[in-house]
């Protein structure tokens, strides 16, 4: 099992930067899915960036062009670096890990427990 926690969230004009992080801790064999989502107040929870353990990246198309997910190591810390922020990126951030690679690995998911990110003038 690992645990997650991320941190790098807070108030920040349109147009402003920041930078989210996810530290996962504890090991596991099996490879690693990373990924963000993000939740505004009243709304559903929305995919936002994935890097896979190959390295692939994919990105909601409300944030292309502007978000970039990164990973010092698919089992250390991802990052989520968010450019031109608009109002309508606020939300509580959430980093999700899925589990990969062998029969034992498949259908474990764990969740951080959210950062919240408020871009407004």
């Known amino acids: 099992q690992i645990q997650l926690l991320e941190s790098g969230g807070g108030s920040v004009q349109p147009g402003g930067s920041l930078r989210l992080s996810c530290a996962a801790s504890?090991?596991?064999?099996?490879?690693?899915?990373r990924s963000w989502y993000r939740q505004a107040p009243g709304k559903e929870r929305e995919f936002v960036a994935i890097?896979?353990?190959?390295?692939?990246?994919k990105y909601a198309d409300s944030v292309m062009g502007r978000f970039t997910i990164s990973q010092d190591n698919p089992k250390g810390t991802v990052y989520l670096r968010m450019n031109s922020l608009k109002p309508e990126d606020s939300a509580t951030y959430y980093c999700?890990?899925?589990?990969?690679?062998?029969?034992?690995?498949?259908?474990?998911?764990?969740w951080g427990q959210g950062t919240q990110v408020t871009v407004s003038s």
């Open positions: 999700k890990t899925d589990l990969r690679g062998g029969d034992n690995c498949y259908g474990r998911e764990y």
């Open positions: 504890g090991y596991t064999y099996c490879d690693y899915d």
């Open positions: 890097i896979d353990s190959d390295g692939t990246t």
